[in-house]
């Protein structure tokens, strides 16, 4: 069993940034794959960035390119997201996903693969 904690979310205006944190742990605290989907209401959920974190590749959605980043932190078992720029389309609950399969790069986004999913922390944006 791994869980899953997101924390970092809150209320910004246009154009600020919020950095969100996502933390594995349990039995198998180490992943192989996790990603940070988004869900808001009157819309399908949207895999924003993904990370190989064996290896580091990362993969993003198109409408967060050249905005957020993802990255490792010194712990293996944890991820961040780095959003500049903010817009109000970026409202959204965005939650944290991991698996041990060791996903293609371009398969990190799509949710169907993960084990296991966090709660989600909200970013309001304006």
């Known amino acids: 069993h791994v869980q899953l904690v997101e924390s970092g979310g809150g209320s910004v205006q246009a154009g600020g940034s919020l950095r969100l944190s996502c933390a594995a742990s349990g039995s198998t605290a180490y992943t192989n794959s996790m990603a940070w989907f988004r869900q808001a209401p009157g819309k399908q959920r949207e895999g924003v960035a993904g990370m190989r974190t064996d290896d580091g590749s990362t993969y993003y959605a198109d409408s967060v390119k050249d905005r957020f980043t993802i990255s490792q932190g010194n712990a293996k078992n944890t991820v961040y997201l780095q959003m500049n720029n903010l817009q109000p389309e970026d409202t959204a609950m965005y939650v944290c996903?991991?698996?041990?399969?060791?996903?293609?790069?371009?398969?990190?986004?799509?949710?169907?693969?993960?084990?296991?999913w966090g709660q989600g922390t909200q970013v309001t944006v304006s």
């Open positions: 996903a991991a698996t041990l399969v060791k996903l293609r790069v371009r398969s990190l986004l799509s949710g169907g693969p993960y084990d296991y």
